[in-house]
């Protein structure tokens, strides 16, 4: 894919800024116009003022003019001062903002692409932007407020100080009066202007390559943060094993190398500071040494000796304000393209428009025709040939070695992932071409890495703030939480990271919560990965007793590795190696030679 350029970044990023923010950006521009118009209108009111002492103009007439003076300040700076309180207080909430959008972003992007570990990547480095340099927001707007202040700038002081270069002058001074002097003071600027120009962008460049350093070293730190100390699973071995003294170690370590490289950072822009000083002073010193030959030649007021030395000093402090937008907007243009990237990630996929058929008889028939499958970014197939029907209404197992296939065989089914080759249909048409929230609706699943939030259980079970109370405890009931829930209600917190009042539930409790929620969703389709894994042997037993009622007359597609399990499900089918190779009951498959018979002979022993 062609790369957008900067400024094709920078502009979608304004887009997506002006969307909520469109007023922001007019006060900015507002704000920098009273802002960099300020000191000009204080300088030639001094100006007019300082003639008029001098031309020994009345008393009253001085007077005036300094009551006007003081007035159009007073109005400046209050209107500057009020809009920049207006645009800080809005400005704070830029990073708020970006987080919001990263977490839209987050919830919203398509399954296949979340497990990305390049996605991963562009996610965290935002993460660090906010972090380290108030995020993509305020990074666009500060550059925008310097850069444009600095071209209002620049042209008032070009407007202003024209007549110093251009005017009539008298030539018998000739080489104060001389055009070749007025070009020279211009060259001298020029010059001046594109050091200060090479110096920031050889900073920002330099600077840049730092925080990328940094961000990767900050990886470990982010990994030890986030996975490790704010995962209470993790506290049990750390302790155990007394590893604290090693995560410690770890941190700082890893402190002091990304410390060094924020320092490396700093020191960069500190040397073209000094430099750009050096420079700007050794400029003003020549633009003062002008104006003042200029006002001893006679050819410009006293009154204006001020107004055009610091219209030029203005206007070089203008030009390095454009510069620094400029390299501002660069800098965004690099973060900003992984924000969008991010951002964009949701959505990629073909969603399609095909209305789901509402059944009360459930008869949906899902038929996988020749799929075979590869993870994206990888040339393994999982998943080869595989050509089946899930007749409605049946009690599926899926049975297999690890690895064998099974799970990315229900990941293709529920269309977290699309077919590499081949075609998966319900009701004889493509699933692609359903609407996607639709089709998915179709599937109820416990995965084996079920994931309940620290929420009321209400709301675990219904997925949802608006809970159906009754319909909750009946899916409590039916998974085997009866007795549990006598005397909780559902109202109470599944742990305590949300809610100080919330229960620690058994990882049995948990795994039995997540059946309810998959019984409560009431959809055609139930999926059960594993679904035993974390119950004890009662429980389990009550499971599978429960299971037909559990599940009424809906399909249900049943993972196991315990094949003692899944004899009550009328359709089994063996997955080795990305395909289907054997498929029947119980009876049949136990008489045939093959893998089905291994695994039982290999698990039954310990049955017995
Ligand atoms: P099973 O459920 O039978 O244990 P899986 O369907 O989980 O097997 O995995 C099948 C194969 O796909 C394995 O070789 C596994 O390493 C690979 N695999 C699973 N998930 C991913 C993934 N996200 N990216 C790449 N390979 C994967």
């Given at each position: 894919?062609?790369?957008?350029?900067?400024?094709?970044?920078?502009?979608?990023?304004?887009?997506?800024?002006?969307?909520?923010?469109?007023?922001?950006?007019?006060?900015?521009?507002?704000?920098?116009?009273?802002?960099?118009?300020?000191?000009?209108?204080?300088?030639?009111?001094?100006?007019?003022?300082?003639?008029?002492?001098?031309?020994?103009?009345?008393?009253?007439?001085?007077?005036?003019?300094?009551?006007?003076?003081?007035?159009?300040?007073?109005?400046?700076?209050?209107?500057?001062?009020?809009?920049?309180?207006?645009?800080?207080?809005?400005?704070?909430?830029?990073?708020?903002?970006?987080?919001?959008?990263?977490?839209?972003?987050?919830?919203?992007?398509?399954?296949?692409?979340?497990?990305?570990?390049?996605?991963?990547?562009?996610?965290?480095?935002?993460?660090?932007?906010?972090?380290?340099?108030?995020?993509?927001?305020?990074?666009?707007?500060?550059?925008?407020?310097?850069?444009?202040?600095?071209?209002?700038?620049?042209?008032?002081?070009?407007?202003?100080?024209?007549?110093?270069?251009?005017?009539?002058?008298?030539?018998?001074?000739?080489?104060?009066?001389?055009?070749?002097?007025?070009?020279?003071?211009?060259?001298?600027?020029?010059?001046?202007?594109?050091?200060?120009?090479?110096?920031?962008?050889?900073?920002?460049?330099?600077?840049?390559?730092?925080?990328?350093?940094?961000?990767?070293?900050?990886?470990?730190?982010?990994?030890?943060?986030?996975?490790?100390?704010?995962?209470?699973?993790?506290?049990?071995?750390?302790?155990?094993?007394?590893?604290?003294?090693?995560?410690?170690?770890?941190?700082?370590?890893?402190?002091?190398?990304?410390?060094?490289?924020?320092?490396?950072?700093?020191?960069?822009?500190?040397?073209?500071?000094?430099?750009?000083?050096?420079?700007?002073?050794?400029?003003?010193?020549?633009?003062?040494?002008?104006?003042?030959?200029?006002?001893?030649?006679?050819?410009?007021?006293?009154?204006?000796?001020?107004?055009?030395?610091?219209?030029?000093?203005?206007?070089?402090?203008?030009?390095?304000?454009?510069?620094?937008?400029?390299?501002?907007?660069?800098?965004?243009?690099?973060?900003?393209?992984?924000?969008?990237?991010?951002?964009?990630?949701?959505?990629?996929?073909?969603?399609?428009?095909?209305?789901?058929?509402?059944?009360?008889?459930?008869?949906?028939?899902?038929?996988?025709?020749?799929?075979?499958?590869?993870?994206?970014?990888?040339?393994?197939?999982?998943?080869?040939?595989?050509?089946?029907?899930?007749?409605?209404?049946?009690?599926?197992?899926?049975?297999?070695?690890?690895?064998?296939?099974?799970?990315?065989?229900?990941?293709?089914?529920?269309?977290?992932?699309?077919?590499?080759?081949?075609?998966?249909?319900?009701?004889?048409?493509?699933?692609?071409?359903?609407?996607?929230?639709?089709?998915?609706?179709?599937?109820s699943?416990v995965?084996?890495?079920?994931?309940?939030?620290?929420?009321k259980v209400g709301e675990n079970i219904a997925a949802s703030?608006e809970v159906d109370h009754d319909k909750v405890y009946d899916a409590l009931n039916r998974a085997g939480l009866e007795e549990r829930f006598l005397e909780t209600d559902d109202n109470v917190?599944?742990?305590?990271?949300?809610?100080?009042?919330?229960?620690?539930?058994?990882?049995?409790e948990?795994q039995k919560m997540a059946i309810a929620r998959a019984i409560y969703k009431d959809a055609p389709?139930v999926?059960?990965?594993?679904?035993?894994?974390?119950?004890?042997?009662?429980?389990?037993?009550e499971v599978?007793a429960g299971f037909n009622k559990m599940v009424g007359n809906k399909?249900a597609?049943?993972?196991?590795?315990?094949?003692?399990?899944?004899?009550?499900?009328?359709?089994?089918?063996?997955?080795?190696?990305?395909?289907?190779?054997?498929?029947?009951?119980?009876?049949?498959?136990?008489?045939?030679?093959?893998?089905?018979?291994?695994?039982?002979?290999?698990?039954?022993?310990?049955?017995?």
């Open positions: 894919m062609k790369k957008e350029s900067d400024i094709t970044i920078i502009r979608k990023l304004f887009a997506l800024f002006a969307k909520r923010n469109k007023n922001l950006i007019y006060a900015c521009l507002l704000t920098d116009v009273v802002e960099s118009l300020r000191p000009y209108v204080v300088l030639i009111l001094s100006g007019i003022l300082i003639d008029g002492f001098i031309d020994g103009k009345a008393l009253h007439t001085l007077l005036l003019y300094t009551l006007i003076g003081v007035l159009v300040a007073f109005v400046f700076q209050f209107l500057s001062a009020a809009l920049r309180k207006y645009l800080n207080a809005r400005i704070e909430n830029c990073m708020e903002r970006q987080n919001q959008d990263l977490n839209t972003a987050s919830l919203n992007i398509d399954y296949e692409y979340l497990e990305d570990p390049a996605l991963q990547e562009k996610k965290r480095k935002q993460e660090q932007v906010i972090n380290a340099r108030g995020g993509i927001y305020w990074n666009l707007i500060w550059p925008l407020d310097r850069g444009f202040g600095g071209v209002i700038s620049v042209l008032t002081s070009m407007i202003i100080s024209f007549p110093l270069f251009f005017g009539n002058k008298d030539f018998q001074y000739s080489i104060i009066a001389s055009p070749w002097m007025g070009l020279l003071l211009f060259l001298l600027i020029a010059t001046t202007i594109w050091g200060i120009y090479a110096s920031d962008q050889y900073s920002s460049k330099k600077g840049h390559e730092c925080f990328e350093e940094f961000n990767q070293i900050k990886k470990a730190h982010s990994y030890i943060i986030g996975n490790i100390l704010a995962n209470s699973e993790s506290g049990k071995d750390l302790r155990i094993f007394g590893q604290s003294k090693l995560i410690m170690h770890t941190l700082h370590e890893n402190d002091k190398e990304a410390a060094v490289c924020l320092k490396k950072e700093r020191n960069y822009y500190i040397q073209s500071e000094i430099l750009n000083r050096f420079l700007s002073n050794f400029c003003l010193g020549c633009v003062y040494l002008y104006v003042a030959l200029n006002a001893y030649a006679g050819f410009i007021s006293i009154g204006n000796v001020v107004l055009y030395a610091s219209s030029i000093v203005k206007c070089i402090d203008g030009v390095s304000e454009v510069l620094l937008g400029i390299s501002g907007f660069k800098r965004v243009a690099q973060y900003g393209r992984d924000y969008l990237d991010y951002i964009d990630f949701s959505d990629r996929k073909y969603k399609g428009t095909l209305p789901v058929e509402k059944r009360r008889d459930n008869r949906f028939l899902i038929e996988f025709d020749n799929v075979s499958f590869c993870y994206p970014g990888t040339k393994d197939y999982v998943l080869r040939n595989l050509s089946l029907k899930l007749d409605i209404g049946e009690r599926f197992a899926i049975v297999g070695k690890n690895g064998s296939g099974k799970t990315t065989f229900i990941k293709l089914l529920c269309r977290l992932y699309d077919p590499t080759d081949g075609e998966i249909k319900l009701n004889g048409i493509d699933i692609t071409k359903y609407n996607y929230d639709e089709y998915l609706n179709l599937f699943a995965f084996q890495d079920y994931q309940m939030l620290a929420l703030d917190y599944i742990g305590k990271e949300y809610d100080e009042s919330g229960v620690n539930f058994s990882g049995g948990k389709f999926i059960m990965d594993e679904p035993t894994a974390a119950l004890d042997p009662e429980s389990e037993c599978y399909t597609l049943y993972i196991s590795h315990r094949l003692a399990s899944c004899r009550f499900c009328q359709d089994i089918l063996v997955f080795d190696n990305g395909q289907v190779i054997q498929r029947g009951s119980h009876e049949e498959l136990i008489e045939q030679d093959g893998l089905y018979q291994k695994l039982w002979n290999a698990q039954a022993q310990y049955y017995t």
